[in-house]
């Protein structure tokens, strides 16, 4: 068997990851559960995979007794993507849930300009008014109209990126301050104390940990394994092998391809103006992200 041509592995391995990471909103759909038991057992899941990895290397452990007061803080917002996620997605949907859950590039962005004193280009300029007109074309026009609760699941889709992004400033923060933590080991000590927390969260809502029927058990176990785990596992190991701008393309393929899924699952229907909203947000957060490699 001939070797993969340069370049053709890390593709293979972000593309990989980026379809797999495109099913967790749909697993969190799928699962007949409380959004927070949701999130719960997705981190649960997701901690023993990962302590089993940990197990069968020494090597991947490197770093994982060290610094677990940083992974603290990087859990807690990574808490609160879920927690506001999980509810977008059942409010809204998996795949308008997942689109605005990537407006993270801007939030990241904005925070860099207020904190760190960063200048935007225009890329980011260009890809902010895009994916602000595609937000309008998706919502905006009928927002009168819409459910009160549909209108929560929007702004909570919103939140989810605000969330998300103080989850990857607080993470890249931490591994640069401590350079000597693996990867792996990082992710396992945040999904473990993440996992704690949405099990505290998960009780005093008042949910149960029931899980109803053998659909809901797969989806969650799918959800933490081949989403969490596995999806960002690839990914990572594939981004250092691939120019920025192309990283950014094929990550675009979750927020796709999520919306793909709940079109041929779950019947959702865009009228022709969504669907250019769409797709105009979705340029505007590939812009978003060129902006966000260049100024790394």
């Not at 070797?3 to 890390?10: E, S, Y």
């Not at 889709?157 to 591994?175: E, K, W």
């Not at 981004?239 to 192309?246: E, I, K, R, T």
Request: glycine share 8%; with cysteine; aromatic share 10%.
């Amino acid at each position: 068997m001939s070797a993969l041509p340069l370049g053709t592995r890390p593709i293979l391995l972000v593309t990989t990851g980026a379809v797999a990471i495109s099913f967790a909103a749909i697993f969190t759909r799928l699962a007949d559960v409380a959004p927070t038991t949701s999130a719960a057992y997705r981190m649960l899941f997701a901690s023993l995979a990962l302590v089993v990895l940990m197990a069968a290397s020494s090597k991947l452990r490197q770093g994982l007794w060290q610094n677990w007061s940083g992974s603290l803080l990087i859990a807690s917002f990574f808490a609160a993507d879920l927690w506001f996620w999980h509810r977008s997605i059942h409010w809204i949907g998996p795949g308008l849930s997942t689109l605005l859950a990537n407006f993270q590039v801007f939030a990241l962005a904005v925070i860099g300009v207020l904190w760190m004193k960063e200048r935007v280009g225009w890329r980011f300029a260009v890809g902010l008014a895009l994916a602000m007109a595609g937000l309008w074309l998706l919502f905006g026009q009928d927002w009168v109209n819409l459910e009160p609760q549909y209108r929560l699941g929007i702004a909570f889709g919103l939140l989810t990126a605000v969330a998300y992004a103080g989850y990857i400033l607080s993470l890249r923060g931490f591994q640069i301050r401590h350079a000597n933590i693996r990867p792996e080991a990082r992710l396992t000590q945040v999904t473990i104390l993440c996992a704690l927390m949405m099990v505290a969260i998960n009780v005093i809502e008042g949910h149960g940990f029931a899980i109803p029927d053998q659909q809901s058990l797969w989806a969650l176990i799918a959800l933490g394994v081949v989403c969490q785990v596995f999806g960002w596992l690839v990914i990572t190991r594939g981004m250092p092998g691939l120019p920025a701008s192309l990283v950014g393309l094929l990550l675009l393929m979750q927020p796709t391809l999520s919306i793909v899924w709940d079109v041929l699952i779950f019947d959702l229907r865009l009228v022709a103006v969504q669907i250019i909203g769409a797709v105009l947000a979705l340029i505007g957060i590939y812009l978003g992200m060129r902006s966000r490699a260049a100024r790394a």
